[in-house]
């Protein structure tokens, strides 16, 4: 073998041994900005007057309002008692646990038993077509 071949093959090794690395740096990424985490679009947040993303990147979200709201509700629907999943009650504006009864006011704080803990709460905003939210 030339020296020139051999020179070639081993170019031609370290970009076959290297093509992996820049196809990882290259393919796309899900990212997570300072200003949230887009949970879904401001057409499903109409539709209904809530929003829920029980798998975004931040953990499961619970968006209550609309479009047309100043200040969007926003909390982790994980009861802190038993872990169901608290349902939004427009009229009474609060969250009530379907498992046991405990109530949550707009703020996420405990308003009746037998939960303890307060829920998570988010800031919640719209950004064009998406509702994001951050963790507070």
């Known amino acids: 073998m030339k020296r020139r071949d051999f020179i070639n093959w081993v170019g031609l090794g370290w970009i076959a041994s290297s093509l992996p690395v820049a196809i990882a740096a290259c393919s796309s990424q899900p990212v997570t900005s300072t200003e949230g985490q887009a949970i879904g679009t401001v057409a499903e947040l109409d539709k209904t007057?809530?929003?829920?993303?029980?798998?975004?990147?931040?953990?499961?979200?619970?968006?209550?309002g609309t479009s047309k709201d100043?200040?969007?509700?926003?909390?982790?629907?994980?009861?802190?008692?038993?872990?169901?999943?608290?349902?939004w009650?427009?009229?009474?504006?609060?969250?009530v646990c379907p498992c046991h009864g405990a109530e949550y006011g707009v703020d996420g704080k405990v308003q009746k038993d037998p939960a303890?803990?307060?829920?998570?709460?988010?800031a919640a905003k719209i950004e064009g077509d998406s509702v994001v939210v951050k963790q507070s």
Not at 49 to 64: A, R, Y
Not at 70 to 87: Q, Y
């Open 49 to 64: 007057g809530q929003l829920l993303n029980e798998n975004s990147p931040i953990g499961p979200v619970l968006v209550v």
């Open 70 to 87: 100043a200040n969007l509700i926003a909390v982790n629907p994980t009861c802190s008692h038993k872990g169901c999943t608290v349902a």
């Open 116 to 122: 303890t803990k307060p829920l998570k709460t988010y």
């Open 89 to 95: 009650q427009a009229q009474a504006k609060k969250f």
